[in-house]
């Protein structure tokens, strides 16, 4: 096998342009030619600069919605996606994130942006900021730069109960119910402490449970965090009892990688279509009876292998 290169040590703030030099842009025919298709799409340009990282020209333009089109081969459009930015812009009521931008035979052409684009048009909105590229090819190359990757459970919960603390600290008064914007799920919180507590906990197999039961609390966030932080340990208890559960389950000579999403499927109370889910506390209460009587002597071969690796059986909802 061959020895990887080792990538050369480069030192802090070493690379790319300065700040003075991103705001140094000559006057050529390029920059002249995408400001005057700005122009020519009745937008207006509010600023032009240089990529701080590769120097290229770039301007920053207001542009009309209906001047601006997604590529022709991007991915389909989520629905849902869309619906969650247009609630988030019309709450929050500002627009912060441009889209990217680049000419094309008519108007411009969005790479990037197809979403927050279809949210500002669903809302009636007639302008969208964009950072307009004059190298039409960006529209094919962007895909190489979308190498961030969505936040996965763990660090969306983390990320969410961290927010949570300084928020609680900001003002100890204000009720955990006016950050429900900032805070998306209440259930995140009680996840992100048992993340803190258990870094390798599998809280894919506890949160749609939560989430079913869980809701915003009108009581002060500084109150309700050591309540969550209290179900969060009860939580990390039911999973080691879970994991005794899956212990005794391979040494009766089981064998699969959804062991442990079957155990806490079966656990979970199950929910006929349109009853009410237990609250957070009462749902705890019921799964961790249930873990306690978990008879491993009844479970068969088939019964796993029904449940087809889903981690959603037996949800509650």
Do not use: C
């Not at 994991?243 to 979970?268: C, H, M, Q, T, W």
């Not at 279509?273 to 009876?289: F, N, S």
């Amino acid at each position: 096998m061959a020895a990887r290169k080792r990538r050369t040590a480069v030192q802090p703030e070493s690379q790319g342009l300065t700040a003075a030099e991103s705001a140094a842009v000559p006057e050529t025919p390029e920059v002249a030619a995408l400001e005057k298709a700005v122009s020519e799409a009745e937008g207006s340009v509010l600023a032009r600069y240089r990529d701080p990282w590769g120097g290229a020209p770039l301007v920053l333009a207001a542009l009309p919605v209906s001047a601006v089109e997604p590529t022709p081969f991007q991915r389909d459009l989520s629905d849902t996606h869309v619906k969650k930015l247009e609630d988030v812009i019309r709450r929050v009521g500002t627009f912060l994130d441009p889209i990217v931008a680049v000419p094309a035979k008519e108007g411009f052409w969005t790479p990037n942006g197809h979403h927050r684009l279809s949210a500002l048009k669903r809302l009636g909105a007639r302008t969208v900021t964009a950072l307009v590229s004059p190298d039409p090819a960006l529209a094919y190359r962007i895909l190489a730069l979308n190498t961030e990757k969505a936040h996965n459970l763990k660090e969306r919960a983390l990320e969410v109960v961290r927010m949570a603390r300084g928020l609680a600290e900001a003002d100890p008064t204000r009720p955990e119910s006016d950050y429900a914007l900032e805070l998306e799920d209440p259930s995140l919180v009680t996840l992100g402490f048992a993340y803190e507590g258990r870094p390798r906990f599998a809280g894919s197999a506890y949160g749609p449970a939560l989430k079913a039961s869980d809701a915003f609390e009108d009581a002060p966030l500084a109150d309700v965090l050591p309540v969550r932080e209290a179900r969060a340990t009860r939580l990390l208890e039911i999973d080691d009892r879970v994991a005794e559960i899956v212990k005794d389950l391979k040494a009766r000579g089981f064998e699969s990688p959804y062991l442990k999403n079957f155990v806490v499927a079966r656990i979970r109370p199950f929910i006929p279509r349109g009853k009410q889910p237990p609250g957070p506390d009462a749902l705890l209460d019921r799964m961790q009876e249930k873990a306690s009587a978990f008879d491993t002597g009844k479970i068969k071969t088939d019964q796993i292998a029904k449940t087809g690796g889903a981690s959603t059986s037996g949800d509650v909802g």
